[in-house]
């Protein structure tokens, strides 16, 4: 009973044992899965952080770039105006010679060619004359006043050669520069430049007016004001060579939102992505406390977006903000696209690991489980002649020269215990 209670115990305990070719497989199989994940995991991580520095440094210098040409465009306003108001201040240009004052304007605008239209208008009387760019180039020179056709713009074309060339009177009513918001804006603001919103122009451009009121030397009300007006259009075509084909939404906009320009390569209507921008970068972020390019995630449609935008002011305290958006995933796909290469790399690796463990196990068990029987059936005393099968592996190939060895010795045993009976 004891040898019996014995052997089911010794057979439990040998039920409970895992096998040498399984824990090879086991073993082999599980390092390698842990180091590919580790890899993997490792190799995205790296990946994302470094692609996500790549679209930060890229999307600032296209902002950056943005806001260069941008205020390089604008800018023009606060070089021109102080020199016309100066011509006028000192005489230099009479306003009630409104013709010689018109060919002045023709000729500065035709000189700056960021500016779209430069004019003047008279405080006292409403007078209004000026020079805009035609939708051919050409520079038209537009004049007005309340006391004459009921204030109905006339127009002539001039010439680089000084001609004149009278064009048919705008389909418009009387024009009276002093009730607009920027004639008003400048009125106010003593001597400063101001900017309008973006607005559309009698012509149907939209655009911005910058204004300078030209102060009397008594100091009362201004004798007139200046104006140099913008047309976004040339904005939005930069903006659209600098996107390209690529899905990028970059614009211009006022510090409080207000698009001034824009071009985008997003599905996503623009509306919904601009109102995004607007409540990310608000008046009391710190953007505008730093001044320098920050990154927002924004959301429209389901979607997720990274905006990078950058604040601009410029001499004349006219503030802007260029802005460059992207979706998320556009920048992050090549890290995924990194980490599911990996996986299927490890994967193949995995399977081609699976397959030599086998092999190996194989050669590894294979004398072993021959070791095993032999030394079961010398636990019985049936001692075999065969010779166990060699191994080319150093320690199995030891063990199985002492197990040969104990043969050996157990059979001149039993020679000498036969010998004695």
């Given at each position: 009973?004891?040898?019996?209670?014995?052997?089911?115990?010794?057979?439990?305990?040998?039920?409970?044992?895992?096998?040498?070719?399984?824990?090879?497989?086991?073993?082999?199989?599980?390092?390698?899965?842990?180091?590919?994940?580790?890899?993997?995991?490792?190799?995205?991580?790296?990946?994302?952080?470094?692609?996500?520095?790549?679209?930060?440094?890229?999307?600032?210098?296209?902002?950056?770039?943005?806001?260069?040409?941008?205020?390089?465009?604008?800018?023009?306003?606060?070089?021109?105006?102080?020199?016309?108001?100066?011509?006028?201040?000192?005489?230099?240009?009479?306003y009630?010679?409104?013709?010689?004052?018109?060919?002045?304007?023709?000729?500065?605008?035709?000189?700056?060619?960021?500016?779209?239209?430069?004019?003047?208008?008279?405080?006292?009387?409403?007078?209004?004359?000026?020079?805009?760019?035609?939708?051919?180039?050409?520079?038209?020179?537009?004049?007005?006043?309340?006391?004459?056709?009921?204030?109905?713009?006339?127009?002539?074309?001039?010439?680089?050669?000084g001609?004149?060339?009278?064009?048919?009177?705008?389909?418009?009513?009387g024009?009276d520069?002093?009730?607009?918001?920027?004639?008003?804006?400048?009125?106010?603001?003593?001597?400063?430049?101001?900017?309008?919103?973006?607005?559309?122009?009698e012509?149907g451009?939209?655009?911005?007016?910058?204004?300078?009121?030209?102060?009397?030397?008594?100091?009362?009300?201004?004798?007139?004001?200046?104006?140099?007006?913008?047309?976004?259009?040339?904005?939005?075509?930069?903006?659209a060579?600098?996107?390209?084909?690529?899905?990028?939404?970059?614009?211009?906009?006022?510090?409080?939102?207000?698009?001034?320009?824009?071009?985008?390569?997003?599905?996503?209507?623009?509306?919904?992505?601009?109102?995004?921008?607007?409540?990310?970068?608000?008046?009391?972020?710190?953007?505008?406390?730093?001044?320098?390019?920050?990154?927002?995630?924004?959301?429209?449609?389901?979607?997720?977006?990274?905006?990078?935008?950058?604040?601009?002011?410029?001499?004349?305290?006219?503030?802007?903000?260029?802005?460059?958006?992207?979706?998320?995933?556009?920048?992050?796909?090549?890290?995924?696209?990194?980490?599911?290469?990996?996986?299927?790399?490890?994967?193949?690796?995995?399977?081609?690991?699976?397959?030599?463990?086998?092999?190996?196990?194989?050669?590894?068990?294979?004398?072993?489980?021959?070791?095993?029987?032999?030394?079961e059936?010398i636990?019985?005393?049936?001692?075999?002649?065969?010779?166990?099968?060699?191994?080319?592996?150093?320690e199995?190939?030891?063990?199985?020269?002492?197990?040969?060895?104990?043969?050996?010795?157990?059979?001149?045993?039993?020679?000498?215990?036969?010998?004695?009976?």
């Amino acid at each position: 009973m004891a040898d019996s209670s014995n052997f089911q115990e010794l057979g439990t305990r040998k039920g409970r044992k895992l096998g040498f070719r399984t824990a090879i497989l086991r073993l082999v199989l599980g390092a390698l899965l842990l180091a590919v994940s580790c890899i993997g995991i490792v190799g995205y991580i790296n990946s994302a952080l470094t692609f996500d520095e790549i679209r930060e440094k890229n999307a600032a210098l296209v902002s950056l770039a943005t806001s260069e040409k941008v205020g390089r465009f604008l800018g023009t306003a606060d070089t021109i105006l102080p020199q016309l108001k100066a011509l006028i201040s000192y005489h230099l240009l009479q306003y009630p010679d409104v013709q010689r004052l018109g060919i002045a304007l023709a000729e500065l605008l035709r000189s700056e060619e960021n500016l779209t239209r430069l004019s003047y208008s008279d405080a006292q009387t409403g007078r209004f004359v000026g020079a805009r760019r035609g939708n051919d180039g050409e520079i038209i020179v537009n004049q007005s006043d309340p006391q004459i056709d009921s204030g109905r713009p006339s127009e002539y074309l001039f010439g680089a050669g000084g001609q004149k060339t009278s064009l048919e009177p705008l389909p418009t009513s009387g024009y009276d520069p002093r009730t607009k918001e920027w004639y008003k804006a400048a009125t106010n603001a003593r001597g400063k430049v101001v900017w309008s919103e973006p607005y559309q122009f009698e012509e149907g451009l939209l655009g911005l007016t910058a204004s300078l009121a030209i102060e009397s030397g008594s100091g009362d009300e201004p004798i007139g004001v200046i104006t140099a007006d913008f047309s976004v259009h040339d904005m939005g075509t930069y903006l659209a060579r600098l996107i390209q084909s690529r899905r990028l939404m970059v614009f211009i906009s006022t510090i409080s939102g207000k698009p001034i320009a824009l071009s985008s390569g997003i599905d996503t209507p623009s509306e919904l992505l601009i109102k995004a921008c607007q409540k990310a970068f608000s008046p009391n972020s710190t953007l505008f406390t730093q001044g320098q390019p920050e990154s927002f995630p924004v959301s429209a449609q389901g979607q997720r977006y990274l905006l990078t935008a950058t604040p601009n002011w410029l001499p004349d305290g006219f503030g802007f903000v260029t802005g460059v958006v992207g979706r998320e995933d556009e920048f992050l796909g090549s890290a995924r696209a990194n980490l599911v290469l990996t996986g299927l790399v490890g994967f193949l690796a995995i399977i081609a690991a699976a397959v030599l463990a086998v092999l190996l196990s194989e050669r590894l068990a294979k004398p072993l489980k021959a070791l095993s029987r032999d030394l079961e059936a010398i636990g019985q005393f049936q001692i075999s002649e065969a010779p166990n099968t060699d191994s080319s592996f150093r320690e199995i190939s030891v063990i199985v020269d002492s197990s040969e060895r104990m043969k050996s010795a157990l059979r001149s045993f039993g020679k000498y215990v036969l010998t004695l009976s």
